[in-house]
């Protein structure tokens, strides 16, 4: 969604993902290309990659967002490409903390963490622009451990679960075990308890249909929807299709998206069947709509 800053120069459109659906390589796709900066809501993102932490728009008394790539000029036009992943997207978590309403979403997505990890509500946003990325939700529950598990290796910690089908259900079954008592006390999950036998991780896909089902309620927000797998089977068309909504132009060749990244394999039929019934009971009609193409 792009937001106005009230005294700022440049308008904000967001970057809207559920994580790993393709929000590193859409930002990759942008600075590469078009060799100037994108925006993070996250200071750590820059100050961990070795750059300076500066401010899009430095008038707003050390409000963020921030320049993901300081190394980079920002664009020419008023558009500036900025991550955010709002809320209600963490694994290693309890319900009460990914449980999330519409409000409570809407005003995450505005949220942004300083350097010092104190976070900073962005209200004074007029809110009308995004890019929101969609991946099979079945790829994307998988990338998710794939994350975990390099996020455990880069702490140094040992990874108990295996990178194959077998392993991942051993991590659904710790986390499942882990929060199952609370995850009964919770009206929204209560209803849809009966929906989750025979899903795997099926903390992961509420939280998957929950993040889709509060980003759809925003309401007049102009959205540029981006399939993870279009950059696969149509590249030309989506990457001109982004950098055109943001008003840029390639000066540079085009990153390669790296393909192949699909995990239905971890996922035996049954479940499959399981996994589609739940998302089709909680998933509001809009998102539905976007989210059948993947049903097989």
Same mark, same amino acid.
């Given at each position: 969604m792009s937001s106005k800053h009230e005294f700022g120069k440049y308008d904000i459109v967001w970057l809207m993902s559920f994580p790993n659906s393709g929000t590193s390589y859409t930002l990759h796709l942008v600075e590469k290309s078009t060799e100037t900066s994108t925006g993070t809501n996250y200071a750590q993102e820059p100050r961990n990659a070795g750059y300076s932490v500066k401010r899009l728009n430095e008038n707003l008394a050390g409000l963020g967002p921030y320049i993901h790539n300081s190394s980079l000029p920002l664009p020419q036009t008023k558009y500036v490409l &900025?991550? &955010?992943? !709002?809320?209600?997207? !963490?694994?290693? !978590?309890?319900?009460?903390?990914y449980i999330v309403n519409?409000? #409570?979403?809407?005003?995450? !997505?505005? #949220?942004?963490?300083?350097?010092?990890?104190?976070?900073?509500?962005?209200?004074?946003?007029?809110?009308?622009?995004?890019?929101?990325?969609?991946?099979?939700?079945?790829?994307?529950?998988?990338?998710?451990?794939?994350?975990?598990?390099?996020?455990?290796?880069?702490?140094?910690?040992?990874?108990?679960?295996?990178d194959t089908p077998i392993g991942f259900k051993q991590y659904c079954e710790l986390y499942h075990s882990r929060f199952v008592a609370m995850n009964v006390t919770r009206?929204?999950?209560?209803?849809?308890?009966?929906?989750?036998?025979?899903?795997?991780?099926?903390?992961?896909?509420?939280?998957?249909?929950?993040?889709?089902?509060?980003?759809?309620?925003?309401?007049?927000? *102009?959205?540029?929807?981006?399939?993870?797998?279009?950059? #696969?089977? *149509?590249f030309d068309d989506t990457s001109?299709?982004?950098?055109?909504?943001?008003?840029?132009?390639p000066t540079k060749q085009k990153p390669l998206f790296k393909t192949g990244?699909?995990? #239905?394999?971890?996922?035996?039929?049954?479940?499959?069947?399981?996994?589609?019934?739940?998302?089709?009971?909680?998933?509001?009609?809009?998102?539905? *709509?976007?989210?059948?193409?993947?049903?097989?």
């Open positions: &900025t991550k &955010t992943h !709002c809320s209600g997207y !963490c694994q290693d !978590c309890p319900p009460k903390k519409n409000q #409570e979403f809407a005003k995450s !997505c505005a #949220e942004c963490t300083d350097e010092k990890n104190i976070t900073h509500y962005g209200d004074i946003f007029t809110v009308d622009r995004a890019i929101h990325l969609i991946r099979n939700p079945l790829d994307n529950v998988v990338s998710n451990f794939h994350h975990w598990r390099g996020k455990q290796k880069r702490k140094g910690n040992k990874i108990p679960f295996e009206p929204k999950i209560k209803r849809l308890e009966r929906y989750f036998d025979g899903v795997p991780c099926h903390q992961s896909f509420f939280r998957f249909i929950q993040w889709h089902n509060n980003a759809y309620a925003m309401e007049n927000v *102009d959205r540029l929807l981006i399939y993870y797998d279009d950059y #696969e089977n *149509d001109d299709r982004v950098l055109n909504y943001l008003g840029l132009k990244k699909s995990y #239905e394999h971890y996922f035996t039929e049954s479940e499959k069947i399981a996994i589609w019934k739940l998302i089709k009971k909680f998933a509001i009609d809009s998102v539905w *709509d976007k989210l059948s193409r993947y049903q097989k």
